[in-house]
């Protein structure tokens, strides 16, 4: 008896979340909510986002904890209930790594369910990493992973350096070089974009602000941004509400 023919296999959550990223048009960036619980994931995606992306500094205020101090156990534990939760790839700002050699961050992260990871380029104090040293971090995370995870890596110049873009540009090619597969220049000025953008190969992402006092995602997408994230700022926004309200309960 024959078999019936099978078809290509099923793309994976990294694929997916991977061609999110590809071919968008200008002033059309990948906008990525920063969901910090479960709840705010749900939420996220009931509002019809395609992907999510963690903020650990949100994580670390859900939890208790002062940015960059979370527990690597229970930041990994955050962000499975988040994946758990929701059936859109989730990319987990993991800060700088946790420590961990590229090989058990990846397994954390693949049992965790997440399909990307952001890893900052500095270390403690806001000191910057020496690039090749991150640059080699990041090929082993990526042989580690082959493509099975989508890797961010933010550039820290503009918050821990002196802002040169050039620095930022050339930080930022060896890590595409290193093999990932977007770069993130947290806090670069928008009027520095288009010069990134011109040095930089592949996706840019860029940080957006949700008081209105910065440039929208469909600005910053016209500068050349391909993914728009905004940190913890949903997660602070929704805390300065949640006092508001219980505020007027006494």
């Known amino acids: 008896m024959s078999r019936p023919a099978e078809g290509p296999p099923a793309a994976s959550g990294a694929d997916l979340f991977r061609a999110l990223h590809r071919r968008r048009p200008q002033g059309d960036p990948l906008v990525l909510p920063g969901p910090w619980d479960a709840a705010s994931a749900r939420t996220c995606v009931e509002a019809g986002f395609p992907a999510l992306a963690t903020p650990s500094a949100g994580i670390a205020a859900s939890l208790g904890y002062e940015d960059g101090e979370t527990p690597a156990d229970e930041m990994f534990a955050a962000v499975a209930r988040i994946a758990r939760a929701v059936d859109v790839p989730v990319s987990a700002d993991v800060e ?25 380029d500095s270390g403690a104090g806001g000191v910057l990493k020496d690039p090749h040293e991150h640059a080699d971090y990041l090929a082993g995370v990526r042989s580690a992973a082959a493509d099975r995870l989508f890797v961010n890596a933010r550039v820290d ?18 890590y595409v070089a290193a093999g990932a597969d977007c770069v ?16 930089i190969q592949g996706p840019i992402n860029m940080a957006a602000r949700l ?25 602070r926004r929704a805390a300065a509400a949640l006092g508001e309200i219980v505020a007027g309960l006494r």
């Open 157 to 174: 110049t503009f918050v821990h350096g002196d802002g040169d873009p050039e620095q930022a540009i050339a930080r930022a090619a060896l």
């Open 211 to 235: 008081d209105g006092e910065g440039p929208s995602p469909a600005v910053l997408g016209g500068l050349g941004a391909t993914r728009v994230t905004f940190g913890p700022g949903l997660q």
């Open 184 to 199: 993130y220049p947290i806090l670069a000025p928008a009027d520095v974009l288009p010069l990134l953008r011109s040095g």
């Open 96 to 120: 700088g790594g946790y420590g961990l050699a590229p090989a058990e961050l990846v397994e954390r992260l693949l049992e965790a369910g997440a399909v990307g990871c952001n890893l900052e």
